[in-house]
């Protein structure tokens, strides 16, 4: 009976080891545990400016309280940059200033969302639109992001899972937001905290970052970037807000979906 037991608890310990290898292994890469959500999120921009009066009045306080849920937004599902395009501008960046131009935003303030202009200069019908947007089922595609930090240090590791099998030429770009930065602005009262502001892109530094592929895919997409935060940023106020693009001819044409980290 002893021997018997001795037998019996070594096949259990060697099926518990056969079990948490196969565990290891599906589980290899930094992306094997990122939850990506058959959700659809919108992706919005705000052009904005200091000197701008009509941005600090209803252009900048319309485009933060869609990201706190305001008039129903979900803040869970909403993605987006204020681009500071005008070198005159404190927190001016220059793929701000290109972004603006290949969208067609006019000056600031202008709401914009998923390549849809007709909902510029037009807060209650661009809350609409966001609200529309978060509320599309059947998504193409979704976007899982975990980002580690280590002082200024960061890793963001990334999935993009396709749900049904696509074709064409997709780019994934990975930007750098930050919350927090204190500036006058014109047509509020005191100094505005700043936030989702434009500082950059991660994967390759242009606009539209990397390409994922070019013609027929599905399945997923990993991926791990660093990035390291210069001493103009503030850490811990940083935020990386992924997109996925659809591409013609070197040009963005729609954003099947995108994600936000911090």
């Not at 319309?62 to 204020?82: H, M, R, S, Y």
Request: glycine share 10%; proline share 3%; charged share 20%.
């Amino acid at each position: 009976m002893k021997r018997f037991t001795l037998l019996l608890l070594g096949l259990i310990v060697a099926f518990s080891a056969c079990d948490k290898d196969d565990d290891n292994d599906n589980n290899s890469s930094n992306n094997g545990n990122i939850d990506v959500k058959e959700e659809q999120e919108a992706y919005v921009l705000l052009t904005t400016a200091t000197w701008c009066s009509y941005c600090g009045d209803w252009g900048i306080p319309t485009f933060d309280g869609a990201f706190a849920g305001d008039d129903g937004v979900d803040p869970e599902k909403i993605n987006g940059l204020a681009l500071h395009y005008s070198d005159s501008d404190p927190m001016y960046h220059a793929m701000a200033a290109e972004m603006k131009t290949e969208f067609g935003i006019g000056g600031p303030p202008n709401l914009w969302i998923e390549f849809d202009n007709s909902y510029n200069l037009q807060p209650s019908n661009w809350v609409t639109a966001v609200k529309d947007r978060q509320n599309e089922s059947n998504p193409t595609c979704g976007v899982g992001l975990n980002v580690d930090q280590n002082g200024n240090d960061f890793t963001v590791d990334v999935k993009v899972e396709f749900f049904e099998n696509i074709s064409g030429t997709y780019n994934l770009a990975i930007y750098v937001a930050e919350d927090g930065i204190v500036e006058s602005q014109s047509g509020s009262t005191s100094d505005h905290s700043h936030k989702e502001v434009l500082r950059g892109e991660i994967t390759n530094g242009t606009a539209w970052g990397v390409e994922m592929f070019s013609g027929d895919e599905s399945g997923d997409y990993t991926e791990s970037f660093n990035f390291t935060a210069d001493g103009e940023l503030v850490a811990d106020n940083l935020k990386f807000v992924a997109v996925v693009y659809e591409m013609k001819s070197g040009s963005p044409v729609a954003s099947p979906n995108s994600n936000t980290a911090e």
